[in-house]
Structure formats: structure tokens, C-alpha cells
């Protein structure tokens, strides 16, 4: 982490032109690999990988400030980009340096067009450290553990918030079988005003349900029996708190 931060220091001084130019010529060069890899990320996988993302930039407003509607529709893309051409390990996603080296060294301008702005004396770009650095911050990693958890074609369906309910509670959706079920039954109600209310009161349930049952050695039905089962009662809850309105 402190070669990335050290090198973001030397970077966000420059003119967002620059700093795309910079992301454009990264190489491998210097790289460490594990020794027993039998297959290693090359500059054309870069390259590709880099030419992906900025094209779905690009759609939703890359290089001018984009709106909230965009960025979201960007990462919920980006999500399934990410994943698929990377194709790496969890144990390789779970490291903090691959992504330090995507959002510093990789992507860093679109780092700052998503998550960035000027400082207020204009002399450099700031993002907060936690979106660069943090495990469960950062900004391309929680992308492709998204659709990793979820499946990519979930994954491009669900919003920010929803992304975030989903995927920022690892005591419960650090099982893939499981998160993919509360996915899609969330995704399955109807009434969408309604739909962020029900998923939160359910996640709550699932945090206590879950300290008494194992759903590690569940069949997938027994898993979408206990989802239905945990949605149902977060219904019945919230329509009984309506009621007393």
C-alpha cells in the first residue's frame, strides 16, 4: 500500500490528461506473480481490460462530471466487466495490492471521474483513501466481488444501495449460494417503493436467524425455502407496523 499511495501522491498533481496518458502505458514490468501461477496477466490484458472500462465510461459521461443516474448504470456495468475479463481467483480479488494497482496504476482517471474532485486550492485531485486503498471500499474490488457473490447478470441489476445491502455484510452474503437467493427474491418483489425497506428489515432477520442455523450444508431449495420464509415474515412485519399509521 505505501508504493501505491506513494505513487498516487506523484500522480494526482498532474492534469487529468496526463494522468490518462500515464494509465495508458502501464506495463507489467516489475510485477511480482506467485511461482506457481500457470497463467500471467500480460500488457495486452491490460490494455484490453483498460480499453473495456473506459468505453463504458465513456457511455455514461467519461471524461465530463457525470450525473448519479450514470455513475450508478456504470458501476452496475463495470461490475460485469470487471469480473469477466480479469477472470482471476477469490484469493487473487482478495488481495488489497491487485486493486491498489487497478484504481492507482490501471484506471486511476476514471478513479477520479467516479470517485474524485478537485481540492480547494485546485493544486491536486482528491478521492477519499478508502475508495483507493480499503479492502471493502475499493473502487473496482467491491465491483467484482459484487458480481462474484451475486453472479454478474444479478449484479447488473441491482442499485447502489442495494449493492451495498447485499455484499457489505459478510457474516451473512460471504456465502455465494445465499446471497444469490436474497437477490433474487428482493429483486422478485413488486412493489418497488417499498422494495429498499423490505430488504433492510429482512437482512436484519437473516442476522439473527443465521447465529442459530447453518446454511453451509443446506440444499440450494432449503436455501430459498429459509430466503422466502425471512421475506415473508419482514412483509407481514411491515404491514403490521402500516397498520397502526
Given at each position: 500500500?505505501a508504493?501505491?499511495?506513494?505513487?498516487?501522491?506523484?500522480?494526482?498533481?498532474?492534469?487529468?490528461?496526463?494522468?490518462?496518458q500515464?494509465a495508458?502505458?502501464?506495463?507489467?514490468?516489475?510485477?511480482?506473480?506467485y511461482?506457481?501461477?500457470?497463467?500471467?496477466?500480460?500488457?495486452?490484458?491490460?490494455?484490453?481490460?483498460?480499453a473495456?472500462v473506459?468505453?463504458?465510461?465513456?457511455r455514461?459521461?467519461?471524461?465530463?462530471?457525470?450525473?448519479?443516474?450514470?455513475?450508478t448504470?456504470?458501476?452496475?456495468?463495470?461490475?460485469?466487466?470487471?469480473?469477466?475479463?480479469?477472470?482471476?481467483?477469490?484469493?487473487?480479488?482478495?488481495?488489497?495490492?491487485?486493486w491498489?494497482?487497478?484504481?492507482?496504476?490501471?484506471?486511476?482517471?476514471?478513479a477520479?471521474?467516479?470517485?474524485?474532485?478537485?481540492?480547494?486550492?485546485?493544486?491536486?485531485?482528491?478521492?477519499t483513501?478508502?475508495?483507493?486503498?480499503?479492502?471493502?471500499?475499493?473502487?473496482?474490488?467491491?465491483l467484482?466481488?459484487?458480481?462474484?457473490?451475486?453472479?454478474?447478470?444479478?449484479?447488473?441489476?441491482l442499485?447502489?444501495?442495494e449493492?451495498?445491502?447485499?455484499?457489505e455484510?459478510?457474516?451473512?452474503c460471504g456465502?455465494?449460494?445465499l446471497?444469490?437467493?436474497?437477490?433474487?427474491?428482493?429483486?422478485?418483489?413488486?412493489?418497488?417503493?417499498?422494495?429498499?425497506?423490505?430488504?433492510?428489515?429482512?437482512?436484519?432477520?437473516?442476522?439473527?436467524?443465521?447465529?442459530?442455523?447453518?446454511?453451509?450444508?443446506m440444499?440450494?431449495?432449503?436455501?430459498?425455502?429459509?430466503?422466502?420464509?425471512?421475506?415473508?415474515?419482514?412483509?407481514?412485519?411491515?404491514?403490521?407496523a402500516?397498520?397502526?399509521?
Amino acid at each position: 500500500m505505501a508504493q501505491a499511495a506513494a505513487f498516487w501522491n506523484e500522480l494526482r498533481v498532474q492534469s487529468f490528461e496526463e494522468i490518462g496518458q500515464l494509465a495508458s502505458s502501464v506495463t507489467t514490468a516489475g510485477a511480482e506473480f506467485y511461482p506457481v501461477a500457470t497463467a500471467r496477466c500480460t500488457d495486452g490484458d491490460l490494455a484490453e481490460l483498460r480499453a473495456a472500462v473506459i468505453a463504458e465510461a465513456r457511455r455514461h459521461g467519461f471524461p465530463d462530471m457525470a450525473q448519479a443516474r450514470q455513475k450508478t448504470e456504470f458501476d452496475q456495468a463495470v461490475s460485469k466487466i470487471i469480473y469477466e475479463r480479469m477472470n482471476i481467483l477469490p484469493a487473487d480479488a482478495a488481495s488489497v495490492d491487485v486493486w491498489n494497482f487497478i484504481n492507482v496504476r490501471l484506471l486511476p482517471d476514471v478513479a477520479i471521474w467516479r470517485y474524485g474532485h478537485r481540492s480547494g486550492d485546485g493544486a491536486r485531485w482528491d478521492v477519499t483513501e478508502a475508495r483507493l486503498f480499503a479492502m471493502t471500499r475499493t473502487i473496482f474490488g467491491r465491483l467484482w466481488w459484487r458480481a462474484f457473490l451475486l453472479g454478474p447478470d444479478i449484479a447488473i441489476r441491482l442499485k447502489e444501495d442495494e449493492s451495498v445491502q447485499l455484499t457489505e455484510r459478510p457474516l451473512i452474503c460471504g456465502y455465494a449460494p445465499l446471497a444469490r437467493a436474497i437477490a433474487n427474491r428482493h429483486l422478485s418483489t413488486f412493489s418497488t417503493g417499498k422494495r429498499m425497506m423490505l430488504l433492510r428489515d429482512a437482512m436484519k432477520r437473516f442476522t439473527r436467524r443465521l447465529v442459530v442455523v447453518s446454511v453451509f450444508l443446506m440444499s440450494e431449495d432449503q436455501i430459498a425455502d429459509l430466503v422466502e420464509d425471512v421475506f415473508l415474515e419482514s412483509e407481514q412485519a411491515l404491514k403490521a407496523a402500516e397498520s397502526k399509521i
